[in-house]
């Protein structure tokens, strides 16, 4: 369907599958303005994050962006650079260009992304760490107890679930301080959810709800 063509509610405006022999389906998508970068995950080693029209569906001719192994985790977007991770290393990826600003190993594999306060918050198999937007720069790292999994932030706070010990970490955004961690009842199954002065994390077959703060020093 073209550009401004009428379309009934909940009807499909364009479709666009993995392009290139032996590519999987879209594993991930984010909203960009009128660019839509996708991630498709091929059947050999390399990785690939390709740019389309959020109107038409057509695919960026600048692109696609390669990060080099499968991409393991959602895309997330930040003013003009998409991030990715796989594998061990987090990419920054220049959205007019499709061209690779930076690459960042971690030396253990990224369980999850976050953005916020101009940063890429990463959460690796023992540690999380915040790394500058721009330029992939380390800001800091701190390491916690069990497998962290995917962060959520909130204001000053990342809030990060683990496993093994099942606990909910919080660390300051800017710092990198520990702040508290609290047990858990079960393993946690995904991020946290902030609803207010609510913290709200699914933990087994339950959600469990902690009064909260959003700044470091609450």
Not at 36 to 55: E, F, K, N, T, W
Not at 84 to 105: F, K, L, M, Q, S
Request: charged share 20%; net charge positive.
């Amino acid at each position: 369907m073209g550009r401004g063509a009428p379309c009934a509610p909940g009807a499909i405006r364009w479709a666009a599958g993995a392009c290139g022999r032996g590519r999987r389906p879209v594993c991930s998508l984010a909203r960009l303005g009128r660019r839509l970068p996708a991630q498709y995950r091929r059947s050999d080693a390399d990785g690939l994050v390709h740019a389309l029209d959020a109107a038409t569906g057509k695919r960026k001719p600048q692109w696609p962006a390669v990060t080099g192994t499968k991409p393991s985790l959602p895309v997330c977007v930040h003013s003009d650079v998409v991030i990715a991770a796989a594998g061990d290393r987090v990419y920054g990826i220049d959205v007019p260009t499709g061209e690779r600003r930076w690459r960042r190993r971690l030396e253990e594999t990224v369980n999850g992304l976050a953005l916020g306060g101009g940063s890429v918050v990463a959460c690796a198999q023992s540690s999380v760490c915040a790394l500058t937007v721009g330029d992939g720069h380390v800001r800091w790292q701190t390491r916690l107890k069990g497998t962290p999994g995917a962060p959520s932030i909130a204001g000053d706070v990342v809030v990060v679930p683990s496993g093994s010990p099942h606990r909910l970490h919080a660390v300051s955004l800017q710092t990198g301080r520990r702040l508290w961690d609290i047990p858990l009842t079960s393993e946690p199954s995904c991020a946290p959810a902030v609803a207010g002065d609510r913290l709200l994390i699914t933990a087994g077959g339950s959600i469990e709800v902690f009064a909260f703060e959003r700044t470091a020093d609450g």
